[in-house]
């Protein structure tokens, strides 16, 4: 159609390059409290904090990504689109808001922009400052059969931990350390099961379903989300019921408290708080979401273990709100999926969190908990490679003995040479309770020197550990005597040369 477009991650992409292009189409997504990716920070903040630039006579368009059981669903987009209007810009199209279900309404957004674009002027530019693709229907979920699970977790520990090894030699599965691995659990038989008590309906009910007609306890099972609450599914629900509380808790004056209010709480507290009388089994099922896929971090590399996968999985269970509570696809890993099953999964690439080429760059690592997954496969990669360069790795969880996870293994590196130093927290081992970060700090002389001979620096785990991870950094940056912005500037150029990587959840 003669347009010319070019992708670029956001991390690169300006306010000098926003004033220069005529056309900005803008796919972000949202992590944590309602906060842009990484790579989207410097320019969300030159928009959102900063002197606003005069966009008057450019056009733009927004696709926010994000996931409706968070209560600031598709902030960052949402600040993107109010920021660049605010600027003079006008848009191309209204900003669109994703679920995780996003492939069949970022399609359509396309397709709407293709024709504006089109119909206005078919020879301007197109930016996309994204880096994330879009499209999944051409990545293929392939089987993999589960051959081993081993609980990594010692006895007593208050945490369940597990590591799975499965079969992908028939399925031909390909991976690089750093990328994930994405599945659809099945939901747990007993919630399902409750569900249909509280519902009053019948089993083999026939819905209608993106996958055709199928009986009603075949879709709660393995094709749709029953737990999370999200905004759409309360809106639906409560148009349903005549609960003014629900009602209530929709306006505009409780959206702060919407998510306070859900938090801790699941689809069937609803039901059985405000149950209705008569709900037919298809009305139900149009107002859930399809059951999302969940991600893990691949815990081994394709050289040292050729045909498998390894995932590393911490089972999530706990109370709230008077009832048990469990994880769907954590729970569906550690018991419910049985030793020579297969599961469909998929590679999830990942190409913001890679090894150096260069096999001589030393590495530092930090990881709490299961987010250690991805160094143990950054290190059985750079054994297989012959890597020379040194590898540092943090790692906290709660005590020493029963959470040291893979401990056999980082000690034998340890002991062999690959790893050339370890630093631990265990957080419970000790009154006084010491993180990552805390460790990080007392290291911050050999932090700094480690970073100036090139080294790369590596996070992964938690959203609110990756905030204390960056603060610690600065301040071992300040502390070898940069001043905070000299800090945050030199965190910046890290970034952009690929030495600060970071894969938080």
Same mark, same amino acid.
């Given at each position: 159609m003669g347009v010319q477009a070019i992708v670029q991650d956001m991390l690169t992409y300006g306010r000098a390059k926003l004033r220069r292009d005529h056309v900005v189409l803008v796919i972000v997504s949202t992590h944590g409290d309602g906060e842009p990716p990484d790579s989207a920070r410097v320019l969300h903040a030159a928009? !959102? +904090?900063?002197?606003?630039?005069?966009?008057?006579?450019?056009?733009?368009?927004?696709?926010?990504?994000?996931?409706?059981?968070?209560?600031?669903?598709?902030?960052?987009?949402?600040?993107?689109?109010?920021?660049?209007?605010?600027?003079?810009? !006008?848009?191309?199209?209204?900003? =669109?808001?994703?679920?995780?279900?996003?492939?069949?309404?970022?399609?359509?957004?396309?397709?709407?922009?293709?024709?504006?674009?089109?119909?206005?002027n078919a020879t301007q530019t197109a930016m996309f400052p994204a880096p994330t693709p879009l499209a999944k229907s051409d990545h293929i979920s392939l089987p993999a059969n589960l051959v081993e699970r081993v609980k990594l977790s010692g006895h007593g520990s208050s945490r369940e931990?597990?590591?799975?090894?499965?079969?992908?030699?028939?399925?031909?599965?390909?991976? !690089?350390?750093?990328?994930?691995?994405?599945l659809v659990p099945g939901n747990a038989p007993q919630i399902v099961e409750e569900l249909l008590d509280r519902l009053e309906l019948d089993h083999l009910a026939s819905v209608q379903t993106q996958h055709g007609e199928i009986?009603?306890?075949?879709?709660? =099972?393995?094709?749709?989300?029953?737990?999370?609450? =999200?905004?759409?599914?309360?809106e639906c629900y409560a148009q349903l019921s005549?609960? +003014?509380?629900?009602?209530?808790?929709?306006?505009?004056?409780?959206?702060?408290?919407?998510?306070?209010w859900t938090y801790g709480r699941e689809i069937i507290d609803i039901i059985g708080q405000y149950p209705i009388?008569?709900?037919?089994?298809?009305?139900?099922?149009?107002?859930?979401?399809?059951?999302?896929?969940?991600?893990?971090?691949?815990?081994s590399s394709i050289m040292s273990s050729p045909g498998e996968v390894h995932l590393t999985v911490a089972?999530?269970?706990?109370?709230?709100?008077?009832?048990?509570?469990?994880?769907?696809?954590?729970?569906?890993?550690?018991?419910?999926?049985?030793?020579?099953?297969?599961?469909?999964?998929?590679?999830?690439?990942?190409?913001?969190?890679?090894l150096p080429?260069?096999?001589?760059?030393?590495?530092?690592?930090v990881a709490a908990g299961t987010g250690v997954a991805p160094f143990r496969a950054f290190l059985q990669e750079r054994e297989a490679l012959g890597a020379t360069g040194r590898n540092w790795l943090i790692f906290g969880d709660r005590h020493l003995s029963t959470d040291f996870l893979y401990q056999r293994e980082w000690l034998r590196w340890l002991k062999d040479g690959r790893l050339t130093r370890l630093d631990v927290a265990f957080s419970r081992d000790q009154e006084h309770k010491v993180y990552v970060q805390d460790r990080l700090r007392e290291r911050a002389a050999d932090i700094?020197?480690?970073?100036?001979?090139?080294?790369?620096?590596?996070?992964?785990?938690?959203?609110?550990?990756?905030?204390?991870?960056?603060?610690?950094?600065?301040?071992?940056?300040?502390s070898a005597g940069r001043t905070q912005e000299q800090a945050e500037k030199y965190i910046l150029t890290l970034k952009q040369e690929g030495r600060y990587q970071r894969d938080v959840y």
């Open positions: 928009l !959102t +904090k900063g002197q606003i630039p005069d966009l008057r006579g450019k056009r733009f368009a927004v696709l926010a990504l994000g996931d409706a059981s968070y209560p600031r669903f598709c902030q960052a987009g949402k600040d993107f689109d109010t920021a660049l209007a605010a600027a003079g810009a !006008t848009r191309l199209l209204p900003r =669109t808001d994703c679920d995780v279900d996003y492939e069949e309404i970022a399609t359509h957004w396309m397709e709407q922009i293709i024709g504006a674009l089109a119909t206005n931990v597990w590591h799975l090894e499965l079969d992908t030699d028939e399925s031909d599965l390909h991976y !690089t350390p750093g990328d994930s691995i994405s009986p009603l306890v075949e879709a709660l =099972t393995s094709r749709y989300e029953i737990t999370r609450i =999200t905004r759409p599914f309360l005549e609960a +003014k509380v629900l009602h209530s808790m929709l306006s505009e004056e409780s959206a702060n408290d919407f998510g306070e009388k008569g709900l037919c089994a298809q009305s139900f099922i149009d107002c859930l979401r399809p059951l999302p896929a969940r991600r893990y971090s691949i815990a089972a999530v269970r706990y109370s709230s709100h008077g009832r048990e509570r469990i994880g769907v696809a954590s729970t569906f890993l550690a018991e419910r999926l049985a030793v020579g099953r297969s599961i469909p999964m998929r590679v999830e690439v990942n190409t913001e969190f890679r080429e260069n096999l001589g760059q030393p590495l530092i690592m700094y020197a480690w970073l100036e001979e090139g080294a790369a620096f590596y996070v992964c785990g938690a959203e609110a550990m990756g905030r204390a991870i960056q603060q610690a950094l600065i301040d071992a940056l300040r």
